[in-house]
Protein backbone atom coordinates (compact mmCIF):
# COMPACT_ATOMS: atom_id res chain seq x y z
CA UNK A 1 0.00 0.00 0.00
CA UNK A 2 1.12 3.66 -0.03
CA UNK A 3 2.72 3.13 3.30
CA UNK A 4 4.70 0.71 1.70
CA UNK A 5 5.82 3.31 -0.86
CA UNK A 6 6.21 6.11 1.57
CA UNK A 7 8.64 3.56 3.65
CA UNK A 8 10.85 2.67 0.02
CA UNK A 9 11.07 6.44 -0.57
CA UNK A 10 11.88 7.15 3.16
CA UNK A 11 15.08 4.54 2.50
CA UNK A 12 16.04 5.81 -1.03
CA UNK A 13 16.00 9.18 0.88
CA UNK A 14 18.22 7.98 4.18
CA UNK A 15 20.49 5.91 1.34
CA UNK A 16 20.77 9.63 -0.67
CA UNK A 17 21.37 11.38 2.54
CA UNK A 18 24.10 8.45 4.01
CA UNK A 19 25.86 8.82 0.67
CA UNK A 20 26.06 12.66 0.56
CA UNK A 21 26.82 12.52 4.16
CA UNK A 22 29.98 10.00 3.18
CA UNK A 23 30.81 12.10 0.13
CA UNK A 24 31.57 15.24 1.97
CA UNK A 25 33.01 13.50 4.68
CA UNK A 26 35.34 12.03 2.04
CA UNK A 27 36.16 15.43 0.48
CA UNK A 28 36.86 16.77 3.96
CA UNK A 29 39.35 14.27 4.91
CA UNK A 30 39.25 11.10 7.55
CA UNK A 31 37.63 11.82 11.01
CA UNK A 32 35.55 14.71 9.81
CA UNK A 33 31.71 14.62 10.91
CA UNK A 34 29.38 14.38 7.98
CA UNK A 35 27.35 17.53 7.64
CA UNK A 36 24.22 17.46 10.12
CA UNK A 37 24.62 14.91 13.23
CA UNK A 38 24.58 11.60 12.05
CA UNK A 39 21.18 9.58 12.60
CA UNK A 40 21.44 5.94 12.85
CA UNK A 41 23.68 3.66 15.08
CA UNK A 42 25.41 2.85 11.53
CA UNK A 43 26.43 6.44 11.14
CA UNK A 44 27.93 7.14 14.32
CA UNK A 45 30.01 3.85 14.59
CA UNK A 46 31.36 4.75 11.13
CA UNK A 47 32.44 8.35 12.96
CA UNK A 48 33.65 6.28 15.93
CA UNK A 49 35.79 4.37 13.86
CA UNK A 50 37.41 7.25 11.87
CA UNK A 51 38.29 8.99 15.12
CA UNK A 52 40.44 5.47 16.10
CA UNK A 53 41.86 5.73 12.86
CA UNK A 54 42.81 9.01 13.18
CA UNK A 55 44.11 8.75 16.57
CA UNK A 56 46.13 5.53 15.95
CA UNK A 57 47.55 7.25 13.23
CA UNK A 58 48.80 10.01 15.81
CA UNK A 59 49.76 7.56 18.10
CA UNK A 60 51.85 5.84 16.05
CA UNK A 61 53.31 8.95 14.54
CA UNK A 62 54.77 10.40 18.17
CA UNK A 63 55.74 6.41 18.81
CA UNK A 64 58.30 6.04 15.69
CA UNK A 65 61.53 8.36 17.59
CA UNK A 66 60.98 6.52 20.68
CA UNK A 67 63.53 4.04 21.79
CA UNK A 68 63.50 0.66 22.66
CA UNK A 69 64.05 1.91 26.46
CA UNK A 70 60.79 3.85 26.33
CA UNK A 71 58.63 0.59 27.90
CA UNK A 72 61.21 0.84 31.00
CA UNK A 73 60.22 4.65 31.02
CA UNK A 74 56.84 4.76 30.82
CA UNK A 75 56.58 2.55 33.68
CA UNK A 76 59.16 4.58 35.88
CA UNK A 77 58.22 8.46 34.62
CA UNK A 78 54.36 8.70 36.45
CA UNK A 79 56.37 7.69 39.62
CA UNK A 80 58.99 10.02 38.79
CA UNK A 81 56.86 12.80 38.34
CA UNK A 82 55.07 12.49 41.54
CA UNK A 83 57.79 12.99 43.31
CA UNK A 84 60.10 15.51 41.37
CA UNK A 85 57.60 18.46 40.11
CA UNK A 86 60.13 19.64 37.10
CA UNK A 87 59.82 16.29 34.97
CA UNK A 88 56.59 16.70 33.12
CA UNK A 89 53.74 13.45 33.69
CA UNK A 90 53.49 11.35 30.74
CA UNK A 91 50.79 9.77 29.52
CA UNK A 92 49.67 6.29 28.14
CA UNK A 93 50.89 7.34 24.18
CA UNK A 94 54.28 8.72 25.18
CA UNK A 95 52.84 12.19 24.72
CA UNK A 96 53.91 14.78 27.00
CA UNK A 97 51.11 15.89 29.33
CA UNK A 98 51.07 19.46 28.52
CA UNK A 99 49.60 22.80 29.49
CA UNK A 100 47.93 21.41 32.97
CA UNK A 101 50.95 20.01 34.41
CA UNK A 102 52.98 23.38 33.63
CA UNK A 103 50.64 25.30 35.41
CA UNK A 104 51.01 22.93 38.23
CA UNK A 105 54.85 23.40 37.97
CA UNK A 106 54.22 27.16 38.29
CA UNK A 107 51.91 26.39 40.84
CA UNK A 108 54.20 24.18 43.23
CA UNK A 109 57.24 26.70 42.43
CA UNK A 110 55.73 30.19 43.64
CA UNK A 111 54.19 27.56 46.62
CA UNK A 112 57.67 26.32 47.70
CA UNK A 113 58.88 29.97 46.82
CA UNK A 114 56.92 31.10 49.71
CA UNK A 115 57.78 27.82 52.15
CA UNK A 116 61.79 29.39 51.48
CA UNK A 117 63.48 31.75 53.38
CA UNK A 118 62.41 35.27 52.72
CA UNK A 119 65.78 35.99 50.95
CA UNK A 120 64.60 33.35 48.32
CA UNK A 121 62.06 35.52 47.16
CA UNK A 122 63.58 38.06 45.69
CA UNK A 123 65.45 35.13 43.89
CA UNK A 124 62.69 33.36 42.36
CA UNK A 125 62.58 35.47 39.18
CA UNK A 126 66.38 35.96 38.36
CA UNK A 127 66.86 32.09 39.25
CA UNK A 128 64.21 31.05 36.92
CA UNK A 129 65.59 33.07 33.82
CA UNK A 130 68.77 31.35 34.96
CA UNK A 131 67.18 27.85 34.98
CA UNK A 132 65.68 28.62 31.43
CA UNK A 133 69.33 29.12 30.22
CA UNK A 134 70.64 26.27 32.08
CA UNK A 135 68.01 24.05 30.55
CA UNK A 136 68.58 21.49 33.47
CA UNK A 137 65.39 21.95 35.77
CA UNK A 138 63.32 24.44 33.23
CA UNK A 139 60.12 23.04 33.42
CA UNK A 140 59.06 24.97 30.21
CA UNK A 141 62.38 24.50 28.44
CA UNK A 142 62.03 20.43 29.39
CA UNK A 143 58.77 20.26 28.02
CA UNK A 144 59.51 21.60 24.40
CA UNK A 145 62.32 19.91 24.07
CA UNK A 146 60.45 16.58 25.09
CA UNK A 147 57.86 17.13 22.69
CA UNK A 148 60.09 17.98 19.73
CA UNK A 149 61.53 14.62 19.83
CA UNK A 150 58.32 12.93 21.44
CA UNK A 151 60.72 11.36 23.21
CA UNK A 152 61.03 11.53 27.05
CA UNK A 153 64.61 11.59 28.31
CA UNK A 154 66.34 8.81 28.12
CA UNK A 155 65.95 7.05 32.08
CA UNK A 156 69.48 6.19 32.35
CA UNK A 157 71.35 10.09 31.73
CA UNK A 158 68.68 11.30 34.23
CA UNK A 159 69.48 8.41 36.81
CA UNK A 160 73.50 8.99 36.17
CA UNK A 161 72.91 13.02 37.16
CA UNK A 162 70.87 11.99 39.86
CA UNK A 163 73.47 10.09 41.73
CA UNK A 164 76.05 12.24 40.49
CA UNK A 165 74.28 15.10 42.42
CA UNK A 166 73.84 13.40 45.56
CA UNK A 167 77.57 12.23 45.54
CA UNK A 168 78.15 15.93 45.03
CA UNK A 169 76.07 16.70 48.14
CA UNK A 170 77.12 13.85 50.26
CA UNK A 171 81.01 15.29 50.09
CA UNK A 172 79.62 19.25 51.08
CA UNK A 173 77.26 18.19 53.51
CA UNK A 174 75.04 20.91 52.99
CA UNK A 175 73.67 23.12 55.48
CA UNK A 176 70.29 24.39 55.19
CA UNK A 177 71.01 27.31 53.81
CA UNK A 178 72.64 25.79 51.03
CA UNK A 179 69.60 23.94 49.76
CA UNK A 180 67.55 26.14 47.21
CA UNK A 181 63.61 25.72 47.16
CA UNK A 182 63.86 24.18 43.65
CA UNK A 183 67.28 22.59 44.30
CA UNK A 184 69.23 24.41 41.20
CA UNK A 185 72.69 24.36 42.78
CA UNK A 186 74.60 27.83 42.25
CA UNK A 187 77.51 25.56 40.96
CA UNK A 188 75.42 24.10 38.32
CA UNK A 189 74.65 28.22 36.99
CA UNK A 190 78.03 28.86 37.03
CA UNK A 191 78.53 25.70 35.03
CA UNK A 192 75.58 27.36 32.68
CA UNK A 193 76.02 30.68 32.27
CA UNK A 194 79.20 32.01 34.08
CA UNK A 195 80.59 33.39 37.50
CA UNK A 196 78.54 36.67 37.48
CA UNK A 197 74.99 34.76 37.20
CA UNK A 198 76.22 32.44 40.17
CA UNK A 199 77.22 35.10 42.26
CA UNK A 200 73.76 37.19 42.06
CA UNK A 201 72.28 33.79 42.95
CA UNK A 202 74.49 33.54 46.13
CA UNK A 203 74.60 37.14 47.15
CA UNK A 204 70.58 36.55 46.85
CA UNK A 205 70.58 33.66 48.94
CA UNK A 206 72.96 35.30 51.32
CA UNK A 207 75.09 31.92 50.86
CA UNK A 208 78.65 33.69 51.59
CA UNK A 209 80.10 30.26 52.43
CA UNK A 210 79.45 29.36 48.41
CA UNK A 211 81.39 32.46 47.90
CA UNK A 212 84.72 31.24 47.81
CA UNK A 213 84.23 28.23 45.79
CA UNK A 214 82.98 30.34 43.45
CA UNK A 215 85.74 32.69 43.57
CA UNK A 216 88.42 29.29 43.40
CA UNK A 217 86.38 28.06 40.13
CA UNK A 218 87.75 30.86 38.49
CA UNK A 219 91.00 31.62 40.54
CA UNK A 220 92.15 27.72 40.06
CA UNK A 221 92.67 25.41 37.06
CA UNK A 222 90.85 22.26 38.38
CA UNK A 223 92.92 19.11 37.22
CA UNK A 224 96.24 20.98 36.05
CA UNK A 225 100.10 20.58 37.29
CA UNK A 226 100.63 21.29 40.68
CA UNK A 227 104.15 22.18 40.76
CA UNK A 228 106.38 24.73 40.27
CA UNK A 229 105.81 26.69 37.00
CA UNK A 230 107.87 29.72 35.28
CA UNK A 231 106.10 32.44 36.64
CA UNK A 232 104.91 32.01 40.13
CA UNK A 233 102.78 34.75 42.19
CA UNK A 234 103.20 35.34 46.14
CA UNK A 235 101.45 36.95 48.90
CA UNK A 236 102.37 37.46 52.41
CA UNK A 237 99.84 38.58 55.50
CA UNK A 238 101.37 40.49 57.85
CA UNK A 239 101.14 42.08 61.32
CA UNK A 240 102.04 44.55 63.60
CA UNK A 241 104.87 45.75 65.95
CA UNK A 242 106.16 48.24 67.53
CA UNK A 243 104.19 50.64 69.92
CA UNK A 244 101.53 51.52 68.05
CA UNK A 245 101.46 48.37 65.76
CA UNK A 246 102.44 50.43 62.73
CA UNK A 247 105.26 48.78 61.61
CA UNK A 248 105.21 45.30 59.77
CA UNK A 249 106.39 41.68 60.04
CA UNK A 250 105.69 38.74 57.91
CA UNK A 251 103.17 36.45 59.28
CA UNK A 252 102.48 33.88 56.44
CA UNK A 253 103.80 33.65 52.82
CA UNK A 254 101.52 32.02 49.89
CA UNK A 255 103.30 31.12 47.19
CA UNK A 256 100.78 29.61 44.09
CA UNK A 257 101.91 28.14 40.56
CA UNK A 258 100.72 30.14 37.33
CA UNK A 259 97.25 27.58 37.69
CA UNK A 260 96.61 28.90 41.16
CA UNK A 261 97.50 25.87 42.55
CA UNK A 262 99.18 26.57 46.16
CA UNK A 263 103.24 25.45 46.00
CA UNK A 264 104.15 26.96 49.28
CA UNK A 265 101.93 28.14 52.25
CA UNK A 266 103.69 28.17 55.76
CA UNK A 267 102.98 30.49 58.71
CA UNK A 268 106.19 32.23 60.26
CA UNK A 269 107.22 33.14 64.30
CA UNK A 270 107.03 36.42 64.69
CA UNK A 271 110.47 38.03 66.04
CA UNK A 272 109.49 40.76 67.08
CA UNK A 273 106.86 41.52 69.82
CA UNK A 274 103.29 41.55 68.13
CA UNK A 275 101.20 44.37 69.38
CA UNK A 276 98.42 44.25 66.38
CA UNK A 277 97.50 41.00 64.97
CA UNK A 278 95.04 42.91 62.49
CA UNK A 279 92.97 39.25 63.10
CA UNK A 280 89.85 41.49 60.76
CA UNK A 281 92.14 41.78 57.71
CA UNK A 282 94.95 39.42 57.74
CA UNK A 283 93.10 36.69 59.24
CA UNK A 284 96.11 35.74 61.35
CA UNK A 285 95.20 34.85 64.83
CA UNK A 286 98.12 33.91 68.11
CA UNK A 287 97.89 30.30 67.78
CA UNK A 288 98.86 30.31 64.09
CA UNK A 289 101.98 32.40 63.95
CA UNK A 290 103.59 31.03 67.41
CA UNK A 291 103.59 27.51 65.81
CA UNK A 292 104.89 28.58 62.69
CA UNK A 293 108.48 28.52 60.93
CA UNK A 294 111.26 30.60 62.21
CA UNK A 295 111.75 33.15 59.98
CA UNK A 296 115.17 32.85 58.28
CA UNK A 297 114.21 29.23 57.02
CA UNK A 298 111.13 30.72 55.09
CA UNK A 299 113.20 33.45 54.07
CA UNK A 300 115.32 30.43 52.63
CA UNK A 301 112.65 28.41 51.16
CA UNK A 302 111.02 31.56 49.45
CA UNK A 303 114.33 32.81 47.85
CA UNK A 304 114.81 29.53 46.35
CA UNK A 305 111.49 29.00 45.05
CA UNK A 306 111.95 32.83 43.09
CA UNK A 307 115.28 32.52 41.81
CA UNK A 308 114.92 32.65 37.98
CA UNK A 309 111.08 33.02 37.99
CA UNK A 310 109.08 35.69 37.03
CA UNK A 311 107.57 36.71 40.55
CA UNK A 312 103.86 38.30 39.80
CA UNK A 313 101.87 39.86 42.54
CA UNK A 314 99.68 42.98 44.09
CA UNK A 315 102.10 45.75 45.58
CA UNK A 316 105.07 43.41 45.57
CA UNK A 317 107.53 45.57 47.29
CA UNK A 318 106.23 45.18 50.71
CA UNK A 319 106.16 41.71 50.47
CA UNK A 320 109.59 41.48 49.50
CA UNK A 321 110.51 43.75 51.73
CA UNK A 322 108.95 41.85 54.88
CA UNK A 323 110.79 38.89 53.77
CA UNK A 324 113.89 41.39 53.54
CA UNK A 325 114.42 39.76 49.54
CA UNK A 326 115.21 41.22 46.41
CA UNK A 327 114.12 40.07 42.83
CA UNK A 328 115.09 41.38 40.03
CA UNK A 329 113.15 44.23 38.61
CA UNK A 330 112.35 42.53 34.92
CA UNK A 331 111.45 39.61 36.56
CA UNK A 332 108.87 41.56 38.32
CA UNK A 333 104.75 41.68 37.29
CA UNK A 334 102.70 43.76 39.44
CA UNK A 335 99.16 44.04 39.12
CA UNK A 336 98.97 47.39 41.04
CA UNK A 337 101.63 48.95 38.91
CA UNK A 338 100.39 47.37 35.06
CA UNK A 339 99.10 50.52 33.35
CA UNK A 340 96.59 49.25 31.04
CA UNK A 341 94.93 47.92 34.18
CA UNK A 342 95.41 51.33 36.12
CA UNK A 343 93.69 52.38 32.80
CA UNK A 344 90.39 50.62 32.61
CA UNK A 345 89.75 50.83 36.10
CA UNK A 346 90.42 54.70 36.51
CA UNK A 347 92.98 54.39 39.20
CA UNK A 348 96.18 55.20 40.08
CA UNK A 349 97.11 52.59 42.21
CA UNK A 350 94.04 50.04 41.93
CA UNK A 351 93.30 47.30 45.11
CA UNK A 352 93.12 44.00 44.59
CA UNK A 353 90.26 44.01 45.40
CA UNK A 354 88.97 46.17 42.63
CA UNK A 355 90.81 45.07 39.90
CA UNK A 356 89.61 41.13 40.69
CA UNK A 357 85.53 43.57 40.78
CA UNK A 358 86.40 45.00 37.55
CA UNK A 359 88.42 42.81 35.53
CA UNK A 360 87.34 39.13 36.58
CA UNK A 361 83.86 39.62 37.87
CA UNK A 362 84.88 38.15 41.47
CA UNK A 363 85.06 39.37 44.94
CA UNK A 364 88.05 38.56 47.06
CA UNK A 365 88.83 40.25 50.75
CA UNK A 366 85.18 40.43 51.41
CA UNK A 367 86.05 39.31 55.18
CA UNK A 368 89.71 38.47 56.26
CA UNK A 369 92.63 38.26 53.75
CA UNK A 370 93.84 35.00 52.79
CA UNK A 371 96.74 35.33 51.15
CA UNK A 372 96.26 32.01 49.11
CA UNK A 373 93.53 33.73 47.48
CA UNK A 374 95.35 37.04 47.39
CA UNK A 375 98.10 35.20 45.07
CA UNK A 376 95.65 33.37 43.41
CA UNK A 377 93.94 36.49 42.37
CA UNK A 378 97.05 38.39 41.30
CA UNK A 379 98.29 35.23 39.08
CA UNK A 380 94.69 35.26 37.27
CA UNK A 381 95.05 38.96 36.51
CA UNK A 382 98.62 38.42 35.00
CA UNK A 383 97.55 35.05 33.32
CA UNK A 384 94.63 37.22 31.94
CA UNK A 385 96.95 40.07 30.13
CA UNK A 386 99.99 37.45 30.20
CA UNK A 387 100.66 37.96 26.30
CA UNK A 388 100.31 41.43 26.14
CA UNK A 389 102.15 42.11 29.16
CA UNK A 390 105.13 40.30 28.41
CA UNK A 391 105.15 41.68 24.61
CA UNK A 392 104.96 45.44 26.09
CA UNK A 393 108.22 44.25 27.99
CA UNK A 394 110.05 42.37 25.54
CA UNK A 395 109.17 45.80 23.34
CA UNK A 396 110.57 48.14 26.30
CA UNK A 397 113.69 46.20 26.91
CA UNK A 398 114.44 46.14 22.87
CA UNK A 399 113.87 49.77 22.95
CA UNK A 400 116.76 50.74 25.44
CA UNK A 401 119.17 48.28 23.80
CA UNK A 402 118.56 50.26 20.45
CA UNK A 403 119.02 53.47 22.72
Known amino acids: GPSGAACGKSKKRRKKRKALGEAVAASKGPGMAAVGPPRNPQEFSSNWKALQELLKQKANNSNKPISTGQTDTKKKQPLKAAKNPQVPAVNGSGNVVKAKSTNKMNKMDSGSAKASPPLAKPVSKKVTANKNLNGTKSS?????????????????????????????????????ADIWFDDVDPKDIEAAIGPEAAKIARRNLGLETEQSQSVEQVLVKEKAFDGLTRAVAMDCEMVGVGPKGEDSIVARVSIVNQFGKCVYDKYVKPTEKVTDYRTAVSGIRPQNINTGE??????????????????????????????????????????????????????????????????????????????????????????????????????????????
Open 294 to 403: DFKTVQKEVAEILKGRILVGHALRNDLQVLLLDHPQKKIRDTQRYKPFKERVKSSSPSLKLLCEKLLNIQVQTAEHCSIQDAQAAMRLYTLEKKKWEAAIRNKTNNKKHK
Open 140 to 176: GKECKEKKKNGVVVKEKDELKHKRMKTEEHVEQQPKE
